[in-house]
């Protein structure tokens, strides 16, 4: 039987992104984590689930405003030297569509959405918490299929402000995209 680490495994102490880039596709899903390439196992159902509904949810907002981009893992985030990420979803607006390049997104992308798994959840809560915030992604969310909970985050001064803290089956309508009222049994179905 096979456990899930606490978190994922280091690979490489330090890596540049050019040998990040000529690392071989072999399924496994890489990023670089303040300077540290991390390797995570594929997600579970459960949470691949939870980001197609999400996916589903934002994209046909999205495109009946034409709002912009909703782009799903694996989509890299390079954000320096140090960080290329790949987030489990990210929303780009039609304004800032320019940092979307044909190899990835570069720079903050309005929209960051981590989904956590047993793996990944302190390194999504903590570690990329901090960098998203270094880096002005503006609206972070943070979404806990086992715990049925979504907490969206807004950067303001320097720093993340916790904005809703939604569970279960109640509703959620963030500020990014108005008019839109996310029903949180939508996205755990």
């Known amino acids: 039987m096979v456990v899930a680490s606490a978190t994922p495994p280091r690979v490489k102490t330090r890596i540049t992104y050019e040998e990040y880039r000529a690392l071989p596709e072999n399924g496994n899903r890489l990023q670089v984590v303040n300077g540290e390439l991390i ?22 907002h999205v495109r009946a405003n034409k709002w912009g981009r909703v782009l799903a893992a694996p989509v890299e985030v390079y954000l320096s030297e140090d960080n290329f990420l790949q987030p489990d979803l990210v929303c780009v607006s039609h304004a800032r569509h320019e940092i979307i390049t044909e190899k990835n997104i570069v ?11 047993p793996s990944t959840a302190r390194t999504d809560r903590v570690t990329k918490a901090k960098i998203y915030a270094r880096y002005r992604v503006l609206h972070y969310w ?10 969206a ?12 803290a939604v569970a279960e089956d109640e509703t959620f309508q963030p500020a990014l995209f108005p008019g839109l009222t996310i029903a949180l049994t939508e996205v755990w179905q």
Do not use: K
Not at 107 to 117: K, Y
Not at 142 to 151: K, M, Q, R, S
């Open 142 to 151: 943070i979404v806990d299929p086992v715990a049925l909970t979504l907490e």
């Open 39 to 60: 390797m995570t196992a594929a997600p579970f159902i459960g949470h691949q689930r939870v980001s197609g509904n999400l996916q589903f949810i934002l994209e046909s």
């Open 107 to 117: 720079g903050a992308p309005d929209l960051i959405v981590e989904i956590l798994s």
């Open 153 to 164: 985050f807004e950067w303001a001064d320097g720093a993340y402000r916790l904005v809703a």
